[in-house]
Antibody
Framework: QVQLQESGPGLVKASQTLSLTCTVS??????????WSWIRQHPGKGLEWIGY???????FYNPSLKSRITISLDTSKNHFSLKLSSVTAADTAVYYC???????????WGRGTLVTVSS | NFMLTQPHSVSESPGKTVTISCTRS????????VHWYQQRPGSAPRNVIY?????PSGVPDRFAGSIDNSSNSASLTISGLMTEDEADYYC?????????FGGGTKLTVL
């Protein structure tokens, strides 16, 4: 059974960099066939796609966040990571790591982790 | 970029049928797949329809997706409503530059 688990600080100071890691169990990121994505949800709001990485290292980012995002992967640890720089209160959200299929649907979600940006 | 517009909320009684629409602002709805997600309070979203009208394993056949080219919209229809269907529902699609979610529809089963 494939599972995704987010980890990282729940509190980040404004202007600093938010860093999260998603550990994948039950499947290998290197096996291909899927994209590994990040999606966030502001409190009480809808879903926002952040970006994805493929096992080859190719990335694709939301244009509205592109200048602040880095998504990377570590195949030896079977995890992928998100860095979001220069955060503000507007980046306070639940962050989900998600497995994305070739048809651009999101078929497997982590439980999500709340990140709060403090001033 | 395009937007996907959903009604803010819908409500219906148990046993009835409800349809949630998702209208694409620009570009053709049929040009890219539409997927649907259910999110119960306090939980992560769950895919209930992919590729416009396909159900993932484990999703009951009470859930159905469709596309209407004339209105440039997609729809999620849930029949035989159950109280457990009460949740937020999101449509999602994409183009060559990004992936977009609708704003979500709160379904109340009363």
């Amino acid at each position: 059974q494939v599972q995704l688990q987010e980890s990282g600080p729940g509190l980040v100071k404004a202007s600093q960099t938010l860093s999260l890691t998603c550990t994948v169990s039950g499947d290998s990121i290197s096996s291909g066939g899927y994209y590994w994505s990040w999606i966030r949800q502001h409190p009480g709001k809808g879903l926002e796609w952040i970006g994805y990485i493929y096992y080859s290292g190719n990335t694709f980012y939301n244009p509205s966040l592109k200048s602040r995002i880095t998504i990377s992967l570590d195949t030896s640890k079977n995890h992928f990571s998100l860095k979001l720089s220069s955060v503000t209160a507007a980046d306070t959200a639940v962050y989900y790591c998600v497995r994305e299929r070739w048809d651009w649907s999101f078929d497997l979600w982590g439980r999500g982790t709340l990140v709060t940006v403090s001033s | 970029n395009f937007m996907l517009t959903q009604p803010h909320s819908v409500s219906e009684s148990p046993g009835k049928t409800v349809t949630i629409s998702c209208t694409r602002s620009s570009g053709t709805i049929a040009s890219n797949y539409v997927h649907w997600y259910q999110q119960r309070p306090g939980s992560a979203p769950r895919n209930v329809i992919y590729e416009d009208n396909q159900r993932p394993s484990g999703v009951p056949d009470r859930f159905a997706g469709s596309i209407d080219n004339s209105s440039n919209s997609a729809s999620l229809t849930i029949s035989g409503l159950m109280t457990e269907d009460e949740a937020d529902y999101y449509c999602q699609s994409y183009d060559s530059t990004t992936q977009v979610f609708g704003g979500g529809t709160k379904l109340t089963v009363l």
